[in-house]
Each structure stands twice: as structure tokens, then as C-alpha cells.
């Protein structure tokens, strides 16, 4: 038996004299090691693309929003201010949210305005995302910071002397509307920020006492608190406790919360990128359970040997099930040493932009290491299962 084992590792590790079969089985190897690639490459790029857009939601959106259960609006009271005033709280403010229609010179688009108070870049770092001009200050009564979209629309500019730049808001009522039908305040531009598509042709930002005149509200009356939470504190847990201080009048909402159709859009397509990576080793893997068979059928005289040396058939299906591990295990290490010096090229010399001064983002995670790891070890014990099998008393008859 010591023998047979012996002779049995011996044509374990041995070439094929057959080239045809060597070649397929190269092939085999080079298909695990480029799906292996593909697989840990697609992972880190979704990875990189996550903490991409996590940072724009970072700077718009606050840990904590707070609005009323039922109406537009509510009032700002000295109760609430108590509550807000809590040691996990590091700021908050005031804000207003609305629709309206912006007209300069003409050019009319419809927008959300949103009015905000000096605390509000404490919050969201907004005024970092100024891409012309300044972030609104006490020295503008009626400046308003707009989106880059929304400017080459309308043609603003900021401190513009050609710009007459209006704000209408709809009057409550009913019957025909005409532009007596608005309230109307002038404006003055003095920034523009650029963040996201959608941002950028949406929103406006103007102070938060303009932002009362224009809509009839009272001074204390806002649409919303946004809160800015220390580093250490969980927003989920937080906001369950400011939730049960607040009683069910107010609602409380996280950043997660706020835009959890985004987060699922990211996490289905993480979901389908890694499908279509696995799929793709599912077909590099028929190569494997290929050049296994074809190893078999190659060695059949020798697998016959073994089996009169005193190998039993499950015995021999070992020896090339193992075969099959090792060619997988060789093309996982390798595709994962190579898409690795891949991934951190790319974060050192930018070998990939989507745009002239953007590079794509990727990032090396243990999470996805783990992943691939164990779907192409699923994959090649599969392959290997399979292409085993065929050992049998009837090929050696």
C-alpha cells in the first residue's frame, strides 16, 4: 500500500506527456488566476465607489435630521432647546426646506430652497463645496448659494452687476395662476457649489430669515433640525433616545435613514457586480473539471496500475480531486498577489481616472479577501468534485 501511495503521488505531481493536455491545463490555471482577478478588482472598485458617495452624503446630509410627524412645519421651542442641549450633541441647527421657482433675467427653473442658519456649515460642511464664489455670511441679507447645474441654466454668477435674480414662492389659494399668484424676494448670488448631480440642480441656499419672509413664517417656525453628533456616539442608538425625549409629535431620522433608497441602490449593485464576477469563474472553472477529465483519460493506464497495486476507486478520485485543489490554490494565490499589486498601483499612481483629475477609486479590504478567497475555493472543490467523479471501476476495465 506504502508503495502504490507512493507511485500515486508520483503521477500526482507529474507533467502530462500528452502537450494538447498540458496546454489546457495552463489554460485551466491562467482562467483562475484572471477570474480570481476579476473578482477581488470589482470588489475593491464597489468598495472605493461606497466611501466615494458616503463622502458627498457626509457633507449634505447631518448624522441626525429631526421633522414634525404631521405638517411642513413646527415651532422652535424653549423645551426642544433643552433637549437638543445634550453632551452627544456637538451642534445643531435650523433649517427650512420648500419649493420655489428662480428667475434671473427670464430663465426660470423650479428649485428647493433651503434656508439655513450660521450653524449650519458646523453641521455639513457645505461652504467646502463652493466651487465659485463664497458660503453665505451676515453680510449678505439676501445672498444665496446655488448649484452648479441650476447656474448654467439661469446664467448665474456670483456678485454679478447683469444678474436679477428672484425667488417666487407660491401663494396659499385658489384659481388661475399668474405670477400674481407668487411671492417674490430679490437675490443676489455669491456662490456656486458643485456635489452631486442631483444636488446640483436642485438646491438653494439662502439665509434662514430670508427664507422665513419669503414663506410667512413666524421667527421661531422651521421645517427642521439637523444635528451634527460627536465622532464616538452610534446615530442609531442616539436616535431611538432623542426619539423617546421628543414623544411621538417629532419624527428622528439617521443619515442612513435619510437616503436608504441609496444605500440599497449601492449594495444591489455591489450584489450584482459580484454575481457577474462569480459567473464568469463559474465559466473559467469548466476549464478546470476540462483539464482534469482530460488528465484522467491521459493517465488511465496508470490509474488501472494503481488500482492493481491495491488503490481502491475512492483512494484515486482523492489523488485527482486533490490535483484540482492544488491547480485552484495556485491560480487564487497568484490572481490574488497580482489584482493586490493592482489595487495599490491604483491608489499610488492613479493608472485608472474616470475623469482628467478624478482617478477610480478602489480600496483594499480584509472583507473582500475573505470573499473571494472563499468563492473560488467553492468553486474549484466543486470543479474538482465534479471532474473526479469520473474515476471509476468502468474507465479502468
Known sequence: MNTSLYIAKRYLFSKSSNTTINVITKIATVGVIISTMALF????????????????????????KITAVKGKSFLETADLVKILKNENIIQFSKVIEGHALLDN????????????????????????TINIGEWITKDYKNGVVIGYAIANKIGAMPNSFQERLKIHVAKPGKGQITMKSFKSVAAQTVGIFR??????????????????????????????????????????KFAKTLQNSLGNTFNVVTRHQLNATFYKMLNMENLFAYLIATLIGIIAFFNVIGAIIMMILDKRANVKTLFNLGLKIKEIKKIFYLQGILLTLLGLVVGLILAIILIVLQNKFELFMITASLAYPVEFHFINL??????ILGLGFIAAFIASSRVSKKLIS
Not at 196 to 211: K, N, R, S, Y
Not at 370 to 375: D, G, H, N, S
Open 370 to 375: 475573505i470573499i473571494v478567497i472563499a468563492t
Open 41 to 64: 478588482i470589482v470588489l475593491s472598485a464597489f468598495s472605493g465607489l461606497k466611501t466615494f458617495n458616503y463622502q458627498f452624503l457626509n457633507t449634505a446630509d447631518p448624522d441626525l
Open 105 to 128: 433675467n427670464g430663465k426660470r427653473t423650479a428649485v428647493t430652497i433651503k434656508g439655513v442658519d450660521a450653524n449650519y456649515i458646523k453641521v455639513n460642511a457645505m461652504d467646502s
Open 195 to 236: 456635489l452631486t448631480q442631483e444636488m446640483d440642480a436642485t438646491f438653494v441656499f439662502m439665509p434662514l430669515e430670508l427664507t422665513q419672509e419669503l414663506l410667512n413664517y413666524s421667527e421661531n417656525q422651521i421645517s427642521a433640525i439637523e444635528i451634527k453628533l460627536k465622532n464616538a456616539v452610534s446615530s442609531e
